[in-house]
């Protein structure tokens, strides 16, 4: 709709060059926006992007009806058309029209969704479906079989697969509208889900018990099994004294669970042991089929190169804990999602699919909050029918670079949309809470558990090994979690924990001034290694000196982005004699890398360093640490494309951790900064650092960081609980 105002303000606007009556009404009528002058106007102040355009002309041309204009001769679907696109910009997989949105003012203002209806139930380019997930589907089809629009009302209620009708290219299903291809990867992944959740597994119990004593009797957590049996005893006693004595374990409480569902998510933070229980569970999955004279193909994949590395050493470092008899038939190296599923070259679709699944019983993904919808429902897909599937994660964490929000969409359901409680369970079904009663003799208590099937798939593991009670960074990071500004101030102006810092300067100077004798000492480091022609013994230190600290950026451009901290700490390198600013690959400039080289073995955010060639320092090359712990030489004309990285995006760092982490937030000067800004970004840059946390911000960035939820537009967590 074009607002009064918006015509008042331009007749007004011509009325003060009044010359004649007639010449002011031609004026006005010339100024009278039309769809194509609205859309060019967004795309001039950046609202929408030139393929949102694009896209809304496509619409526009194929819209066959006049119902999709309004009054004024605007097209609505037209507008909506380029909305959408733009959101899946900002990775939302739908826009929900029951929001309160108005992203086209002062332009346009859209009307409620219940006048916008039956324009859009009119259009030749949108299917109507199933009305708030549970009525008859509008106008999804014109076939003639009343047998097929049965089926396809059956589908869009219960999630089974179904064809888009009529493949138009906007699906409006509720309040959800949808491109075509998003609402089709949303419907089959939840289907999958679905189907998944409702088939039952059995296991041998006796044998289960068995193996969850080995199990849990090794490690740090001996005797846990023997301290959740005197809690059952306990409990008979009624005694609440001996509860308290016995603390859940939760990781036991997680195997159980997963061992007996066919998806499940294992979430928590840094160092809550996700790894640690997946080994566990996979050598009990293992064991049960191993006493059932089988074997279990497990396999381990993650959506990157690096964090495919990561989780195969953890894993390698973390086996000989296990008991010896345990370790036999357990993976140890893990592939990327893409490699796993087998990409073809210039297409989207994989070797592996529906129609030819995965080799594999158990599949387990490890951080599976980067996965996004389009890769997650392709990954379910090749899911063959009798398989499990294990999700590792921080749901906490940034979601996905791309489309959607899976991991946090699946707890949101399992939650029942619920926040988490620290230490109680989610609403787990009776029956699942009989199940970890039998295998591991936990009995949890659940007020209100859940009916849907989804949430049996939850573990939360909430203690954090790596960070102590005193820890002033699990504390900030629970602090921020739950949304509160005034604990999080407290945390930082708390002398008790010196680890968490808040520096309110607004300009980088400061921060470069603070990293600059420990950049020089680094610098002085790679001097020393490369003129001793100690690289192969001595290296290694380099790229320890180098990640003890790590600036992190909310952005890469603007105010206190990778850029501007980048430039800045090279001139002042520079300034000081350390490096020589003339020379790309100069000694000790850390680079990483923004693709993934297999020939090279080279994956996406790996770091090197320059230095020279260890028989030839006129050579340099660029050196990484291999699996092995070794040191790697790769010449710059072989690197794949890549970045100066003394500070580098929150984004890119998911996956990594640094002693000290410098996060810097930008002062807020646009919408688009502001929408940058979200707890999650926060969460995660603060959980990269080990030892210190420094954070660069003025107030306003932190309260709307704390503030803001980062929650994308998605009807995933909705389907789950059908
Ligand atoms: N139950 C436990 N008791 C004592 N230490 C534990 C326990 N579980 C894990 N740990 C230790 O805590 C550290 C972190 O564990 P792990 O790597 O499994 O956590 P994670 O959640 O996978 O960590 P991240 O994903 O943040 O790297 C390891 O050193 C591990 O040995």
């Known amino acids: 709709m074009v607002t009064d105002s918006m015509v008042k303000q331009m007749a007004n606007n011509d009325d003060a060059s009044k010359t004649n009556k007639l010449d002011a009404q031609a004026s006005v009528a010339a100024q009278v926006p039309t769809t194509?002058?609205?859309?060019?106007?967004?795309?001039?102040?950046?609202?929408?992007?030139?393929?949102?355009?694009?896209?809304?002309?496509?619409?526009?041309?194929?819209?066959?009806?006049?119902?999709?204009?309004?009054?004024?001769?605007?097209?609505?679907?037209?507008?909506?058309?380029?909305?959408?696109?733009?959101?899946?910009?900002?990775?939302?997989?739908?826009?929900?029209?029951?929001?309160?949105?108005?992203?086209?003012?002062?332009?346009?203002?859209?009307?409620?969704?219940?006048?916008?209806?039956?324009?859009?139930?009119?259009?030749?380019?949108?299917?109507?479906?199933?009305?708030?997930?549970?009525?008859?589907?509008?106008?999804?089809?014109?076939?003639?079989?009343?047998?097929?629009?049965?089926?396809?009302?059956?589908?869009?209620?219960?999630?089974?697969?179904?064809?888009?009708?009529?493949?138009?290219?906007?699906?409006?299903?509720?309040?959800?509208?949808?491109?075509?291809?998003?609402?089709?990867?949303?419907?089959?992944?939840a289907s999958k889900i679905n189907s998944m959740t409702g088939r039952a597994t059995t296991l041998d119990v006796a044998q289960g018990q068995a193996l969850?004593?080995?199990?849990?009797?090794?490690?740090?957590?001996?005797?846990?099994?023997?301290?959740?049996?005197?809690?059952?005893?306990?409990?008979?006693?009624?005694?609440?004294?001996?509860?308290?004595?016995?603390?859940?374990?939760?990781?036991?409480?997680?195997?159980?669970?997963a061992a007996s569902q066919n998806v499940s998510v294992i979430t928590g933070g840094p160092g809550t042991g996700k790894t640690t229980t997946v080994i566990r569970l996979m050598a009990l999955l293992q064991g049960l089929a191993r006493h059932a004279h089988k074997k279990l193909q497990i396999k381990l994949a993650a959506p990157t190169g690096k964090a495919a590395a990561r989780l195969s050493q953890s894993i390698s470092a973390a086996m000989g804990k296990l008991p010896t008899a345990l370790q036999a038939d357990l993976p140890n190296q893990c592939s990327t999602i893409h490699r796993l599923l087998g990409s073809i070259a210039n297409s989207p679709y994989f070797r592996f699919n529906?129609?030819?699944?995965?080799?594999?019983?158990?599949?387990?993904?490890?951080?599976?909050?980067?996965?996004?919808?389009?890769?997650?429902?392709?990954?379910?897909?090749?899911?063959?029918?009798?398989?499990?599937?294990?999700?590792?994660?921080?749901?906490?964490?940034?979601?996905?670079?791309?489309?959607?929000?899976?991991?946090?969409?699946?707890?949101?359901?399992?939650?029942?949309?619920?926040?988490?409680?620290?230490?109680?369970?989610?609403?787990?079904?009776?029956e699942a809470l009989r199940v970890i009663k039998d295998l591991c003799q936990i009995d949890l208590q659940v007020s209100t558990p859940n009916k849907a099937p989804i949430s049996n798939s939850l573990a939360l593991l909430h203690k954090s090994y790596r960070f102590s009670e005193k820890s002033g960074i699990g504390r900030l990071a629970r602090a921020i979690n739950s949304g509160k500004l005034a604990p999080s101030k407290a945390l930082f102006a708390d002398e008790r924990y010196p680890d968490v810092v808040w520096q309110t300067s607004d300009e980088p100077k400061a921060l470069v001034a603070k990293l600059l004798p420990d950049y020089q000492a680094y610098f002085e480091h790679v001097k020393h290694v490369c003129a001793q022609g100690t690289?192969?013994?001595?290296?290694?230190?380099?790229?320890?000196?180098?990640q003890q600290q790590q600036v992190l950026?909310?952005?890469?451009?603007?105010?206190?982005?990778?850029?501007?901290?980048?430039?800045?700490?090279?001139?002042?390198?520079?300034?000081?004699?350390?490096?020589?600013?003339?020379?790309?690959?100069?000694?000790?400039?850390?680079?990483?890398?923004?693709?993934?080289?297999?020939?090279?073995?080279?994956?996406?955010?790996d770091i090197g360093i320059v230095m020279p060639d260890a028989d030839n320092d006129e050579l340099m090359k660029v050196?990484?640490?291999?699996?092995?712990?070794?040191?790697?030489?790769?010449?710059?004309?072989?690197?794949?494309?890549?970045?100066?990285?003394?500070?580098?995006?929150?984004?890119?760092?998911?996956?990594s951790e640094f002693d000290h982490v410098y996060l810097c937030l930008p002062r807020v000067e646009t919408g688009s900064q502001a929408r940058l800004l979200s707890r999650e970004l926060l969460y995660t840059g603060l959980t990269r650092a080990k030892k210190s946390f420094t954070l660069y911000s003025d107030e306003q960035a932190l309260s709307l960081s704390i503030a803001r939820r980062c929650q994308r537009g998605s009807g995933l967590a909705k389907r789950l609980l059908f």
């Open 354 to 430: 529906a129609q030819h699944p995965l080799h594999l019983d158990v599949l387990i993904v490890d951080e599976a909050s980067m996965v996004d919808l389009p890769l997650m429902s392709k990954l379910f897909a090749a899911l063959p029918a009798h398989a499990k599937i294990i999700l590792l994660g921080d749901k906490d964490q940034l979601a996905s670079v791309e489309a959607g929000s899976v991991l946090s969409d699946i707890c949101a359901a399992a939650l029942n949309f619920s926040p988490t409680v620290y230490d109680q369970p989610p609403p787990y079904s009776d």
């Open 212 to 257: 969850l004593a080995q199990l849990f009797a090794t490690h740090e957590s001996k005797g846990s099994l023997a301290k959740n049996s005197l809690a059952k005893n306990s409990l008979a006693k009624n005694s609440a004294q001996d509860q308290q004595a016995a603390p859940i374990d939760w990781q036991q409480v997680a195997v159980c669970l």
């Open 535 to 546: 690289l192969h013994s001595k290296g290694l230190e380099v790229f320890s000196l180098l």
């Open 623 to 655: 050196w990484f640490v291999t699996e092995q712990n070794t040191l790697r030489g790769v010449l710059p004309s072989r690197l794949p494309p890549h970045d100066t990285v003394y500070a580098m995006t929150i984004h890119k760092s998911q996956g």
């Open 36 to 189: 194509t002058s609205i859309l060019q106007n967004l795309l001039k102040i950046g609202r929408i992007r030139p393929l949102d355009l694009a896209f809304a002309e496509f619409v526009m041309l194929h819209e066959h009806g006049k119902h999709a204009v309004d009054v004024n001769g605007i097209h609505v679907v037209g507008l909506l058309a380029a909305y959408l696109s733009s959101r899946l910009g900002e990775q939302d997989s739908c826009l929900n029209l029951d929001n309160t949105y108005q992203p086209f003012l002062p332009f346009y203002r859209f009307e409620p969704i219940d006048q916008l209806l039956p324009m859009l139930s009119a259009s030749t380019c949108v299917a109507v479906v199933d009305e708030r997930y549970t009525g008859e589907v509008a106008n999804a089809s014109t076939d003639k079989s009343t047998e097929k629009n049965a089926l396809k009302s059956r589908a869009s209620t219960s999630c089974e697969p179904v064809f888009a009708p009529q493949s138009k290219p906007l699906i409006l299903q509720g309040s959800e509208l949808y491109m075509q291809r998003y609402w089709q990867y949303e419907v089959q992944l």
């Open 553 to 605: 950026c909310a952005q890469k451009e603007a105010n206190w982005g990778v850029l501007q901290v980048n430039a800045l700490i090279e001139s002042e390198l520079n300034k000081k004699g350390a490096i020589e600013l003339g020379r790309d690959f100069y000694p000790g400039r850390p680079v990483m890398l923004k693709q993934n080289d297999h020939s090279l073995g080279l994956f996406n955010g």
